[in-house]
């Protein structure tokens, strides 16, 4: 498709389809994931400024800690002989906890003992799964009558009840500390979290958001922002276990980066040196994206590039999945071939060749966030780990991001001090 094709007609001609989304509007309220039409756009601009590298940039600090507290539970699990562990299991709770400090600047240690919040929000990812299998119960009043309706709602009610709190403690805060002068203090210290950002947000009309859409959107960053970047990592955790090469090559890249320097934790500016790791991850990007679908409602006719037309009323399911793997763009769409995005080698392909974050005026808004997590955390595992497939190959499994039936298993290997 052209990139002046589907993509970027206008996304109130053709806004998601909710057929799907809705189950998670009781969780996710009109968070930007949810939201259509004119509350979407506005919101859209009001949110733009938290995903700016300068608010980014700090977050590279707690990316480097959490991966470093997993590692340390790797290390000891290492020391008892488990070392056949579901990536999964491990990167979904890391990645919650760096994101539950971007978003709201709390620390549940939540890697090192139960959270109830994160327990939560674990919990409704999983259920959202069940319900959407189960298509008889699509209507909310039979779901609620079920065991797994009462726990839907219990746990969502858990999830507002901390969002709303930390929203009313910071409202609180902003009073007694003299309103922006709190903020722009801690804007000055570049210690903004996502809550802060939303809180300074303003329209053209000096118009702020409400309570109720600082939650949604705070409640959709913690899903949208965790699962997927738990995919994509696991993912290329995998492939790089399946080509030692490309795994040493990328180990050699990060042990060059940080020779000498101690400690060894990746800054913003190191994200621009780790061109082979950045190929690797997204030719895993390419071969298992964390979003494997995306639905369209087309709300008029629409025309494609080569003059087809799809008709008003259509609902398009675009395969993000089936484009990574067209074999006329892609030869040997099976093949994990990092080269495929070598900078250096001028691509003939259409920029919607490759779509892990959709494209067009809906495209993921917080795809910087999750690419550097994804380098700062694949960087640091590779210098302190190396990864080596399982006995068991794994099989694909999309859900709600495309995860491996019964878990990702992979074994990891500490690497001591001299062999790094
Ligand atoms: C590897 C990681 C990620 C992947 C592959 C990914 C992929 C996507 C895709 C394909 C969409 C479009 C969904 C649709 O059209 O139905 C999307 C939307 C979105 N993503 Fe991501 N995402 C990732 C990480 C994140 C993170 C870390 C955040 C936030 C912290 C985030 C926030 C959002 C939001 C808010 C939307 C809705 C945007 C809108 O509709 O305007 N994502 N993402």
Known sequence: MAPDGLSLVSATIIPKDMFFYNLLKPWLGDGLLLSAGDKWSHHCCLLTPAFHFEILKPYVKI????????????????????????????????????????VFSFDSNCQESPSEYIAAILELSALVVK?????????DFLYNLTPNGWRFHRACNLVHNFTDAVIQERRRALISGGSHDFLKAKAKAKTLDFIDVLLLAKDEDGKQ??????????DTFMFEGHDTTASGLSWVLYNLAKHPEYQERCRQEVQELL?????????????????FLTMCIKESLRLHPSVTVIARRCTQDVRLPDGRVIPKGSICVISIFGIHHNPSIWPDPEVYNPFRFDPEIPQKRSPLAFIPFSA?????????????????VLALTLLRFRVLPDEE?????????????????LRVEPLSAGSR
């Open 209 to 218: 958001l409400s309570d109720e859409n600082i939650r949604a959107e705070a």
């Open 259 to 275: 020779r000498d320097r101690e400690p060894q934790e990746i800054e913003w500016d190191d994200l621009a040196q780790l061109p």
């Open 63 to 102: 990316f480097n800690k959490s991966a470093g507290i997993m590692h340390a539970k790797w290390q000891c699990l290492a020391l008892e002989g488990s070392t056949h562990l579901d990536m999964f299991e491990h990167i979904s709770l890391m990645t919650l906890d760096s994101l539950q400090k971007c």
């Open 360 to 376: 067009g005026p809906r495209n993921c808004i917080g795809q910087t966030f999750a690419m550097t997590e994804m380098k700062v």
């Open 393 to 409: 190959e794994p099989r694909r499994k999309p859900e709600l991001i495309l995860r491996a039936e019964g878990g990702l298993r």
């Open 131 to 139: 319900w959407q299998e189960q298509i008889f119960l699509h209507m």
